[in-house]
C-alpha cells in the first residue's frame, strides 16, 4: 500500500511539471501565434476576360492592398486605406478601423478596370481607384432560369421532355406533364443494388443520379452494388437518450465479398433501360471516365481494373448498340499506383492521353480512338501527376509533376508544359519549393504560390510558359520570430540500404541549447498512398513544433514504400511487406540523425502516429523494443486483415486461386498483434469508439494480446470519436506520455 501510495504522489509531482511546461509553451500555438503572423494575402480577382488579381500586405501595421492588373502591365496601390475605411464607414454606417477591416473579394468592372465593386449584404459599393470616389451601385440581377418541373424528385432530361425518377430502388421514366403513364425501367432493384442514391428512403420518389446526354437521347447509370458484403457495427455511446448503433458495408482483404459494379444505358427512342456486359475481371472496380457526354452521346467511356490491382482498361461502349470496345488494356506490376492513374478524353474521343508507369515513373502517353499509342508525352525521371490545362489546338499541356532535376526535393510539386509529341518539357515553376497554381481565365498567365517548411508563401504572377511577370512580396516573419518562434529544418539522411536519399523535417525546442542533449520523438505515417510528410510553410504541423516545446527533438521522414512521389520502385518497395517495410528506414534514419547531431540523445528515442501511423509507431517498439523507449499508436490498424479491402489488398496484395474450393481470392498480411510478446518500453493505445475507417476492433485485438502476453500498457479511448482526432485535449495527452515518460525521466537519468 506505502508502494502504490508513493508512486501515485509521484505522478501528481510530475503532472504538476507537465502542466507548467505544457501552459508555458501555449505561447507557440498557432492560434496564438496568428496574432503576430500576418502572412501575405492574395485574392483571386479573374472572373470573365479581365486578368486582375489584388492581394493584401501588411505595412507599418495596416494591411494595405495592391493591385496586379496584367490585361494592361500596372501594378499599384489601390487606395490609401484610412480614407478608404473612412469613406466606407461613413456610407455604410460602420465603424471599422484601418486594422480591423479586411477588403475579401471585390469584382472589378468590365469595362472600366480602375473601378471595382465590394458587395456587403444586400448593398454594392463601387470605387474608382483613379479618382478616390466611392458610391453605392445596383447589384446586378442573376438570370435564374425557372425550375422546369414542380417536383424535386425529377431528374429532367436537358429538353425538358421527359423525366426520370427513383421509387422502391427502382427506376421509373414519364413525359413531361404525364403523372399516369409511367414506365418502370428496373425491376431487380434492391437495397444492396440501387438505382436510387445512397440516402433515398424506401418509400418516397427522388432524383436519381444519372447523366443524360446533351441531345436527351440517352442517359447512362453505374451502381456500385454490396450484396454480401457483410456488415460492421459501432455504437454512439453518447447518443441520447440512448445509445444508437450504427450499421454499415465494410469489404476486408481476401473476404470472397467485393463491390460489383453494374452499368446500364438508357435510350429514348425505346424507352427502355439496358444492362450492358462490361465483365473480364472477378471483382473488377469500374468508374465512368470524364468526357463530353453533352456534345458526343455516340459513346460511353468507362475504366476496368483487377481486383489484383495490376491490371487496368480503358473502354469504349456504343450508347447505340450497347457494343464493348476495349481501347487500352495494360499490366503493372505489382499493382497500379491508385493516387496518379488517370485518362483523359479530348477531341470527341479521338484522343486520348494515358498515365502509366511502364518506363519506372509516371507519364503521360498520347492514344488516338483505336488504342495505338501515337507519343509518350511526358518523359524522364519525373512522376507526372496531374493534367492542369489541356490546350487541344496547340497540342500541349499544362501538368503537375514530381523531381525532374535532382537539385529538387522530389517531393516538391512543380508545374510543367509539354508538346503533345515530348518536346519542349520545361518547368514554369523552377523554384526549390513546393507549388501551387491557379491560371487567369484565359490561360495566359497564372499565379504560382511557392512556400518550404522553412520559408513563408511566395506568389509570383508568370506567363503561361513561364516567364516571370512580377514576384509578389513575401510575409515578413521578423515579428514571429520576436517571439522566439523557429522554422523547422529540413534535413536528408540515407535509407537503410545506404543509398536512397531520404528527406525529412527536425523540430527543435525554441530554446534549443546545442551543448545539451534532447530526447528525440519520430512522428510517422507509412504511406504507402501518402506519408504526410511537412512541406509547405505552417506555424505549426499538426502539432509536431508544439511537442518539440515540451523538451525533445521531434522528426518526420519520408520512407521508402511511403509515397507515390518518386517512382515506382519507390512506392512499390513495401508491396508484399506491409507491416514491416518502413521499420529498417526509420529506425535507421534516427541512427544516422544522432551521429550528424550531438544534441540528439539517442537512449530515449520515441515513436507516435495515427491511422497508419499509429499501427506502424507499436509495431516499431515491438520490433525494435530495445531502441524505441516510449511509443503512442492512434487508431491504428494492427490488424491489416479486417481493415478495408482496397487499401490491404493493393499494398500488400492479394492472389486469385485456383483449387479444390474453385475460384477465390485470398490474402493474407502479418499482423502487429502478433509481435505483443516483444514489449519492454511504455506503450499507450489510443482509438475512437466511432471509427469506421480503422475500426475499434484492431485497438482491442492489440490490447487483447498485450494482455494475453502480461504486458503493461496504457489504454485510452475517446468517447464519440471516429477516425479523425485532435483538440486540445488529445495534443496534451500525448504530450504528457511522452514528458512524463520519456522526457523528463532522460533529464532524471
Not at 21 to 37: A, G, H, I, M
Amino acid at each position: 500500500m506505502k508502494k502504490a501510495c508513493l508512486f501515485f504522489c509521484a505522478l501528481s509531482l510530475m503532472s504538476f511539471s507537465f502542466k507548467d511546461k505544457y501552459e508555458e509553451n501555449l505561447r507557440y500555438t498557432s492560434d496564438t501565434l496568428d496574432s503576430v503572423y500576418t502572412p501575405l494575402q492574395v485574392s483571386i480577382s479573374w472572373d470573365r476576360s479581365l486578368n486582375i488579381l489584388h492581394y493584401s500586405y501588411p505595412e507599418d501595421g495596416v494591411k494595405n492592398t495592391y493591385i496586379v492588373d496584367l490585361e494592361n502591365n500596372k501594378f499599384y496601390k489601390a487606395f490609401d486605406k484610412k480614407k478608404f475605411v473612412d469613406k466606407f464607414n461613413r456610407i455604410l454606417n460602420r465603424q471599422y478601423t484601418v486594422e480591423n477591416f479586411n477588403l475579401g473579394f471585390i469584382e472589378f468592372d468590365q469595362k472600366n478596370t480602375s473601378v471595382f465593386y465590394k458587395d456587403v449584404g444586400t448593398v454594392r459599393l463601387a470605387y474608382n481607384t483613379k479618382t478616390g470616389r466611392m458610391y453605392k451601385s445596383k447589384i446586378p440581377e442573376i438570370k435564374r432560369s425557372p425550375y422546369r418541373y414542380n417536383e424535386t424528385f425529377m431528374n429532367v432530361s436537358p429538353d425538358s421532355s421527359r423525366y426520370i425518377y427513383a421509387f422502391n430502388d427502382n427506376l421509373y421514366s414519364a413525359h413531361k406533364g404525364d403523372t399516369t403513364n409511367v414506365v418502370q425501367l428496373s425491376f431487380d432493384g434492391a437495397n444492396d443494388h440501387s438505382f436510387a442514391s445512397s440516402r433515398a428512403k424506401q418509400d418516397q420518389k427522388t432524383s436519381p443520379f444519372v447523366q443524360w446526354s446533351g441531345d436527351s437521347k440517352y442517359f447512362y447509370k453505374l451502381i456500385r452494388g454490396t450484396r454480401d458484403i457483410k456488415d460492421l457495427w459501432v455504437i454512439n455511446h453518447l447518443d441520447e437518450p440512448r445509445p444508437t448503433l450504427k450499421t454499415y458495408k465494410f469489404p476486408m482483404p481476401g473476404e470472397q465479398s467485393a463491390f460489383q459494379y453494374d452499368f446500364y444505358i438508357y435510350s429514348t427512342d425505346s424507352n427502355k433501360l439496358k444492362k450492358i456486359d462490361i465483365s473480364k475481371y472477378p471483382d473488377q472496380e469500374v468508374k465512368v471516365v470524364r468526357f463530353d457526354f453533352d456534345s458526343q452521346s455516340d459513346y460511353v467511356y468507362l475504366t476496368r481494373k483487377s481486383r489484383t490491382c495490376d491490371k487496368f482498361d480503358l473502354l469504349r461502349v456504343s450508347t447505340l448498340t450497347g457494343k464493348v470496345f476495349e481501347v487500352i488494356s495494360e499490366t503493372s506490376k505489382p499493382s497500379w499506383t491508385r493516387r496518379f492513374i488517370q485518362v483523359n478524353m479530348f477531341n470527341q474521343g479521338d484522343d486520348i492521353i494515358w498515365w502509366s508507369e511502364r518506363s519506372g515513373y509516371g507519364h503521360f502517353y498520347l492514344y488516338n480512338k483505336e488504342g495505338e499509342c501515337k507519343s509518350q508525352i511526358t518523359s524522364g525521371d519525373l512522376v507526372a501527376w496531374n493534367i492542369e490545362r489541356i490546350d487541344t489546338l496547340g497540342r500541349k499541356l499544362i501538368f503537375s509533376g514530381y523531381g525532374g532535376d535532382p537539385n529538387i526535393d522530389p517531393n516538391y510539386k512543380r508545374y510543367f508544359s509539354v508538346n503533345f509529341d515530348g518536346s519542349d518539357q520545361h518547368c514554369i515553376t523552377p523554384e526549390n519549393a513546393d507549388h501551387q497554381i491557379t491560371f487567369s481565365p484565359d490561360n495566359q498567365f497564372f499565379y504560382d504560390e511557392y512556400s518550404t517548411v522553412d520559408v513563408p508563401p511566395t506568389y509570383a504572377v508568370r506567363n503561361i510558359d513561364g516567364t516571370l511577370i512580377k514576384r509578389i512580396e513575401h510575409t515578413d516573419l521578423s515579428p514571429l520570430y520576436a517571439t522566439g518562434w523557429q522554422a523547422p529544418q529540413k534535413v536528408q539522411i540515407n535509407a537503410a540500404d545506404d543509398s536512397t536519399i531520404l528527406y525529412g523535417v527536425m523540430f527543435k525546442p525554441f530554446d534549443f541549447d546545442s551543448t545539451k542533449q534532447y530526447p528525440i520523438i519520430a512522428c510517422v505515417y507509412p504511406g504507402p498512398q501518402e506519408d504526410y510528410l511537412p512541406m509547405k510553410f505552417a506555424l505549426d504541423h499538426d502539432s509536431q513544433q508544439k511537442l518539440s516545446q515540451m523538451g525533445c527533438i521531434v522528426v518526420n521522414i519520408s520512407y521508402r514504400g511511403s509515397n507515390n512521389r518518386r517512382g515506382h520502385q519507390f512506392h512499390s518497395y513495401g508491396y508484399g511487406n506491409l507491416r514491416d517495410y518502413a521499420l529498417p528506414d526509420c529506425k535507421y534514419a534516427i541512427e544516422q540523425l544522432g551521429e550528424q547531431f550531438d544534441f540528439i540523445d539517442l537512449d530515449h528515442v520515441g515513436i507516435y502516429g495515427h491511422s497508419g501511423g499509429g499501427f506502424m509507431a507499436t509495431t516499431a517498439i515491438l520490433t525494435y523494443p530495445d531502441f524505441f523507449k516510449v511509443a503512442i499508436g492512434v487508431s491504428g490498424n494492427y490488424d491489416n486483415n479486417i481493415y478495408t479491402q482496397w487499401w490491404g489488398e493493393t499494398h500488400h496484395g492479394v492472389q486469385l486461386l485456383q483449387d479444390s474450393l474453385g475460384s477465390h481470392f485470398e490474402s493474407k498480411i502479418p499482423t502487429t498483434i502478433e509481435l505483443a510478446d516483444n514489449l519492454k518500453g511504455k506503450l499507450m493505445l489510443i482509438t475512437g469508439d466511432i471509427d469506421i475507417n480503422v475500426h475499434m476492433a484492431n485497438s482491442l485485438r492489440m490490447a487483447n494480446a498485450l494482455i494475453k502476453a502480461d504486458k503493461e500498457f496504457d489504454f485510452f479511448v475517446f468517447p464519440g470519436f471516429g477516425h479523425g482526432m485532435g483538440g486540445e485535449y488529445y495534443d496534451k495527452l500525448i504530450a504528457r506520455y511522452f514528458y512524463n515518460n520519456l522526457i523528463t525521466p532522460s533529464k532524471i537519468n
